[in-house]
């Protein structure tokens, strides 16, 4: 598929997405949010790919939603229903992916910008970062799962906090509300985060897959339903996963483990 809003690039077991309409602070108008469905497939499609790093080009992660765009699908039910549909199946499909997703933070991240980096696995912000929901700045609400994913990653008086005051947070405040995990320099964001990525790298993909599946059950779930699921999940992986051996074994004889290509859960 030819892109027009971002762009895709893989680069060993790294797919490097970028928001490419800096101009606009790479707003996600349906197109791009359409594309942005069409990568997560792509990656999931494509073999060896584990880990996605997602980022903005300019001076912004993403200032959110096309409000232009809206007026004209505010007029239109069907059309917006069917533009919240692709919203929610694209940053679902980046929460169910087998491939870890990491969103590199530069510049704005607000509105709809937030919502994407909440479906993320991990997040790291630049200093220049300021991350906040903003929706009610201008009269409107989350519709891709920000107002449920939001609490869940920072506790509900913090969420609402930020929803209701559309305060944006510095890259400092927002790594000690648990929004990002480090802030770096500007100049280092894209290198910090392939740091992340060359320390998973020597992991098992099978393994990373499955960490990243265990720890979503919190969001689907039931504590006691999701303990139940850790038992079934660990039990095949420890018995029919060769990595699961492997990683003991080397542990055993003092070596790096020799992890086998990645297989499907």
Request: with cysteine; glycine share 10%.
């Amino acid at each position: 598929m030819t892109y027009q809003n971002l762009t895709l690039a893989f680069d060993g077991r790294i797919a490097r997405v970028t928001l490419a309409r800096p101009n606009k602070l790479n707003p996600l108008d349906w197109a791009t949010v359409k594309e942005l469905k069409a990568v997560v497939a792509e990656v999931e499609a494509t073999p060896g790919i584990d880990f996605v790093l997602l980022t903005g080009a300019g001076r912004s992660f993403s200032a959110g939603g096309d409000l232009d765009g809206y007026i004209r699908l505010y007029q239109d039910p069907a059309a917006f229903q069917a533009f919240l549909d692709d919203f929610f199946a694209m940053l679902t499909g980046i929460e169910k992916a087998r491939a870890i997703w990491i969103a590199a933070v530069n510049g704005v991240c607000v509105a709809g910008g937030i919502e994407l980096l909440l479906a993320c696995d991990m997040a790291i912000a630049a200093e220049s970062a300021r991350i906040g929901d903003g929706h009610l700045n201008f009269g409107q609400l989350p519709g891709a799962g920000g107002s449920q994913r939001l609490p869940r990653a920072i506790g509900l008086l913090r969420a609402k906090h930020l929803m209701l005051t559309g305060d944006l947070l510095d890259a400092r405040a927002a790594e000690s509300w648990g929004l990002v995990t480090r802030v770096v320099p500007d100049g280092e964001l894209i290198a910090a985060a392939q740091g992340w990525i060359e320390g998973m790298s020597a992991k098992s993909p099978v393994g990373l897959a499955g960490a990243k599946r265990l720890a979503n059950l919190t969001l689907e779930t039931t504590y006691e339903e999701g303990l139940r699921q850790e038992i079934a999940f660990v039990h095949n992986y420890a018995t029919t996963e060769p990595d699961a051996t492997e990683g003991l074994i080397a542990f055993k004889e003092k070596r790096a483990p020799r992890f086998g290509a990645r297989k499907e859960n």
